[in-house]
Structures are given as structure tokens and as C-alpha cells.
């Protein structure tokens, strides 16, 4: 395989973790709802844990997603161009 099939692939497996992550949040938060809708922590650690835990994953997956379809783009853009 060349590089760019082997980024191609990287970045194609890449997305569907990003995406992975961003549910993980999502369910993550909607577990700690009660019923008026508001989120419930247990004591302030565990809300500031939670909030640099989250909030790392939720960067970090969107960095991967950008990550991931500009290695398609560019694969796309070099696979038509030559």
C-alpha cells in the first residue's frame, strides 16, 4: 500500500470514533438528568472532573473528525487530480 491509501484508511476509521466519542458524551450527560432536566453531580469534584472529561472528549473528537475528512478530502482531490 502507498501512504495515501494507508491516510485514507486512518482517516476513514478515524470518523466513526469521532463519532463514537461525541455519544459517549451525549448519553453520558443525559444519564445525570433528573426529572426536572437539570444535570446532578454528587459533589464539586466529581462536576469538575466530568466537565474536563467531557469537554476533552468533545474537542478531541471534533479535532478527529475534521482530521479524518480532510485525509479523505486530500485523498479524493490527489486520487481525480492525477
Known amino acids: 500500500m502507498e501512504d495515501a491509501e494507508i491516510v485514507l484508511m486512518f482517516s476513514l476509521l478515524m470518523i466513526p470514533a469521532a463519532i463514537w466519542l461525541q455519544l459517549w ?47 479523505v478530502l486530500k485523498y479524493v482531490l490527489n486520487f481525480y487530480n492525477a
Open 25 to 71: 458524551v451525549k448519553n453520558r450527560r443525559e444519564k445525570r438528568r433528573n426529572d426536572l432536566g437539570e444535570e446532578e453531580f454528587e459533589n464539586t469534584a466529581r462536576a469538575f472532573g466530568s466537565i474536563i472529561l467531557e469537554g476533552t472528549a468533545i474537542v478531541g473528537g471534533l479535532i478527529m473528525i475534521i482530521m479524518g475528512s480532510s485525509g
